[in-house]
T-cell receptor, first 113, second 114 residues
Framework: GESVGLHLPTLSVQEGDNSIINCAYS??????FIWYKQESGKGPQFIID?????DKRQGQRVTVLLNKTVKHLSLQIAATQPGDSAVYFC????????????FGSGTRLQVQP | DTGVSQDPRHKITKRGQNVTFRCDPI?????LYWYRQTLGQGPEFLTY????????KSRLLSDRFSAERPKGSFSTLEIQRTEQGDSAMYLC????????????FGSGTRLTVV
């Protein structure tokens, strides 16, 4: 069935470096994409979102890139900090009104001091 | 604390027992969602409510799972005759209207079936 998945299960970076987390999706009807951060023992926390009519969106230290041609989504974190260590999930929805989000399996980001 | 609250945080139960979890959404949020998350996986959608109406329940894992939101405020998720495969984190989220952007998750209830 349609699914959202991630290329790398674990990413280790040095503090201060930039991080890139990738995600592939298969549902061509997906219209809305979200990145979540989940720390141990907590629920997912919204980071940034993007609509399918955009290819780039920037937030504070984070950028999401969307390539609809190859159905690829990425999250870039600038100047990665120890507090960024967590599991990151991409999620998709056919539209912003969609009730259910479909999540990928997650990438663990480890920031080395 | 004005976030989504879930109770209990942890539950250990024997196989075959029934369990019930509670979720208190953000007060102005009219939509409430339940997800299940197993270790290393992303959350899996189960069901959602708009006010007291359960608008999607086809994704509930089996007829042993049921959810209610009787007054459009807090919600409960019940699992009857628990099985070891039910061990997981059960997450609740809430939002206002159609805005997925405003989805806020609780910290979840960790269920262990022994």
């Amino acid at each position: 069935g349609e699914s959202v998945g991630l290329h790398l299960p674990t990413l280790s970076v040095q503090e201060g470096d930039n991080s890139i987390i990738n995600c592939a999706y298969s549902n061509s009807a997906s219209d809305y994409f979200i990145w979540y951060k989940q720390e141990s023992g907590k629920g997912p926390q919204f980071i940034i979102d993007i609509r399918s009519n955009m290819d780039k969106r920037q937030g504070q230290r984070v950028t999401v890139l969307l390539n609809k041609t190859v159905k690829h989504l990425s999250l870039q974190i600038a100047a990665t900090q120890p507090g960024d260590s967590a599991v990151y999930f991409c999620a998709e929805s056919p539209d912003t009104g969609r009730r259910a989000l479909t999540f990928g399996s997650g990438t663990r980001l480890q920031v080395q001091p | 604390d004005t976030g989504v609250s879930q109770d209990p945080r942890h539950k250990i139960t024997k196989r075959g027992q029934n369990v019930t979890f509670r979720c208190d959404p953000i007060s102005e949020h009219n939509r409430l969602y339940w997800y299940r998350q197993t270790l290393g996986q992303g959350p899996e959608f189960l069901t959602y409510f708009q006010n007291e109406a359960q608008l999607e329940k086809s994704r509930l894992l089996s007829d042993r799972f049921s959810a209610e939101r009787p007054k459009g405020s807090f919600s409960t998720l019940e699992i009857q005759r628990t099985e070891q495969g039910d061990s997981a984190m059960y997450l609740c989220a809430s939002s206002f209207g159609d805005r997925v952007h405003g989805y806020t998750f609780g910290s979840g209830t960790r269920l262990t079936v022994v």
